[in-house]
């Protein structure tokens, strides 16, 4: 271990008794460093939010992975050293590894390797609560799985109620597997099916409403303003996809209706296969009146995670809804200094200083959407009112686009089918 210096060891704590787990990703060209630490500030989280430790990391300047081992055979001995050294349970890496890119680092490393696919199913199978969740992310999970079975795989172990993360099957208990996966696959598919279409029915039920679905990065506060809105208790911490499963709650404004969705929140580098196991979730939003796109204006990289909301919401043809954008955790950003505070402060203070200007954000994005964005902070109840305000105003928009002779002054109630 004359590799790593004391320094290193130092990170790994042996007391620790949850899972430890390193991260490994690329530097590809023209990425920078301080990018590719926010992309594995990003993968902690989800190891975090997974139950595991990160004790190291580990990157690789390449133009492209590895086809046999994702990382070079140099790196792949840097890693083998620390994790044998330090006992480590899985290595983590930072994007999707093909079938046999993951047969030959379980058979070089000896551990359970995650890919971030890998990574997410495991975290939405641990927070999948509706039938319906359950079904779609088991579902993608066993899909994923199939061709991955090797002689090192644990992954299944869970399921079987196994904790090692060292040993292996034979090639009879492999191919056993892949049978049983197969049979499971094909009964999912059918109780998705069932699921669905009942769905279907619920939804048929809430036309004459308008419905509004809460949209946004992972983790930016979307729970927190789901319950603010209608005063419930949802799951709502500072973990990814603390949220997976659509909420629908019920809310009369001023005597308008309307249905409010919470939704999964998306991230960046998302594989198309993974949209389908929230597939109710997307759902809520493709049928939805009026998206709230909630931004974590306190995040440095917060313009980034709104074109990758940007996009999926192109993806799944629901780009061109109205939307009203939140901007949520003000009180955790520094705002633009008034011109008695800026008298007061150097030169050099007010170049370094990195403030947020909000009136020039909110004529930008105005500009761009139509709608004037919200400054809050939802957790604090930092400017509710104002937020209030500016989702009744477009509530009632829509609600005139289904009743134009609607009156402001009726008293509206639920009737029993929409009960």
Do not use: C
């Not at 074109?307 to 009180?331: C, H, R, S």
């Not at 919200?374 to 930092?382: H, K, L, R």
């Amino acid at each position: 271990m004359g590799k790593f210096s004391r320094k290193l060891q130092k990170l790994h704590d042996t007391s620790v008794k949850e899972p430890t787990a390193v991260l490994v990703s690329i530097i590809r060209q023209y990425q920078s460093e301080v990018v590719t630490a926010e992309y594995l500030d990003e993968l902690a989280f989800l190891t975090e939010t997974l139950g595991a430790k990160t004790v190291y990391r580990f990157t690789q300047k390449m133009e492209k992975p590895d086809i046999k081992t994702f990382v070079g055979s140099g790196k792949l001995a840097e890693i083998l050293s620390y994790i044998t050294h330090f006992e480590v349970d899985m290595v983590i890496f930072d994007d999707d590894l093909s079938p046999s890119q993951m047969r030959n680092l379980e058979d070089e490393l000896k551990v359970k390797i995650y890919d971030r696919s890998l990574l997410i199913l495991d975290i939405f199978l641990s927070r999948a609560q509706t039938a319906q969740a359950k079904t779609q992310v088991e579902l993608a999970r066993f899909q994923y799985l199939l061709p991955r079975l090797t002689n090192m795989w644990t992954h299944l172990e869970r399921q079987r109620g196994g904790t090692t993360t060292r040993g292996g099957s034979g090639e009879k208990e492999i191919e056993t597997d892949k049978r049983d996966i197969r049979n499971r696959i094909t009964l999912l598919k059918k109780k998705l099916l069932e699921i669905e279409k009942q769905g279907e029915t619920q939804r048929k039920g809430r036309k004459g409403i308008v419905r509004v679905a809460i949209v946004g990065y992972t983790n930016v506060g979307k729970s927190t303003l789901m319950n603010l809105i209608t005063k419930t208790d949802i799951l709502a911490e500072n973990k990814l996809f603390a949220t997976v499963d659509s909420t629908v709650r019920k809310v009369v404004f001023e005597n308008v209706p309307f249905l409010l969705s919470d939704t999964v929140g998306f991230i960046r580098k998302l594989p198309t296969h993974l949209i389908e196991s929230f597939k109710s979730t997307l759902e809520e939003i493709r049928e939805a009146d009026l998206l709230i796109h909630v931004v974590d204006i306190s995040h440095p990289h917060f313009e980034d995670h709104i074109a990758v909301v940007t996009q999926t919401l192109n993806e799944i043809k629901a780009g061109e809804k109205p939307i009203l954008l939140v901007f949520n955790k003000i009180d955790l950003v520094e705002t633009m200094p008034s011109e008695e505070e800026s008298m007061q402060m150097t030169e050099l203070e007010l170049e370094e200083a990195n403030y947020l200007d909000f009136e020039s954000l909110s004529e930008a994005y105005e500009k761009k959407t139509g709608i004037k964005p919200v400054f809050m902070a939802a957790a604090s109840g930092t400017n509710v009112e104002g937020f209030r305000e500016s989702l009744i105003a477009q509530v009632k928009k829509q609600h005139r686009k289904i009743y134009p002779n609607y009156l402001e002054d009726e008293v509206y109630t639920w009737t029993e089918e929409e009960k």
